[in-house]
T-cell receptor, first 112, second 111 residues
Framework: GAGVSQSPSNKVTEKGKDVELRCDPI?????LYWYRQSLGQGLEFLIY????????KSGLPSDRFSAERTGGSVSTLTIQRTQQEDSAVYLC??????????FGEGSRLTVL | KNQVEQSPQSLIILEGKNCTLQ??????????LRWYKQDTGRGPVSLTI?????NTKSNGRYTATLDADTKQSSLHITASQLSDSASYIC??????????FGKGNQVVVIP
């Protein structure tokens, strides 16, 4: 596609359930980022993939969060045993190295 | 302390008026500075990107400035329109492809 695609756009889940969020970056972009944006807050870095290098996981808030990027393209962010404080918009962005970031529209997660 | 500070946190301006948003950063070594516009419920969209040697860059009615010595940037919106109502996010790229985000300036343009 022409832009970064994220799915689902909205997800409502019960506390304790696992969720998976998907990001399909722009074709050819080697860098992929996941961010979290809580209501009224700035963007919080979660994880960064660059080519075949080991991902930078320094932003993941707990071991309930994990992400993978298969074949250097599509990425999945998994949150296990969701908590209410996980409710936020999860944004994915891709870029060529050191170039402009292109963001998806985000996945809004609500944990009841 | 946040590595990228933006001010004011929010402001309301009349349609047609100008406004200036500020971004101060502390991270180093500096690579580039970007301003993004984020409409409510949407992903951020790039407005400008400036490297160390660039002092000013325009994108339509948006003009960004950069003073890499004082580590300050501004985004000036000229002749504001209702569609300018959004959050404006300052992002500084530094070190080994690391990014530091400000919390954004929330702008509301009223008729």
């Amino acid at each position: 596609g022409a832009g970064v695609s994220q799915s689902p756009s909205n997800k409502v889940t019960e506390k304790g359930k696992d969720v998976e969020l998907r990001c399909d970056p722009i074709s050819g972009h080697t860098a992929l980022y996941w961010y979290r944006q809580s209501l009224g807050q700035g963007l919080e870095f979660l994880i960064y993939f660059q080519g075949n290098s080991a991902p930078d996981k320094s932003g993941l808030p707990s071991d309930r969060f994990s992400a993978e990027r298969t074949g250097g393209s599509v990425s999945t962010l998994t949150i296990q045993r969701t908590q209410q404080e996980d409710s936020a918009v999860y944004l994915c962005a891709s870029s060529l190295v050191t170039a402009e970031l292109f963001f998806g529209e985000g996945s809004r997660l609500t944990v009841l | 302390k946040n590595q990228v500070e933006q001010s004011p946190q929010s402001l309301i301006i009349l349609e047609g008026k100008n406004c200036t948003l500020q971004c101060n950063y502390t991270v180093s070594p500096f690579s580039n500075l970007r301003w993004y516009k984020q409409d409510t419920g949407r992903g951020p969209v790039s407005l400008t990107i400036m490297t160390f040697s660039e002092n000013t860059k325009s994108n339509g009615r948006y003009t960004a400035t950069l003073d890499a010595d004082t580590k300050q940037s501004s985004l000036h919106i000229t002749a504001s329109q209702l569609s300018d109502s959004a959050s404006y996010i300052c992002v500084v790229s530094y070190g080994n492809n690391r990014l530091a985000f400000g919390k954004g300036n929330q702008v509301v343009v009223i008729p």
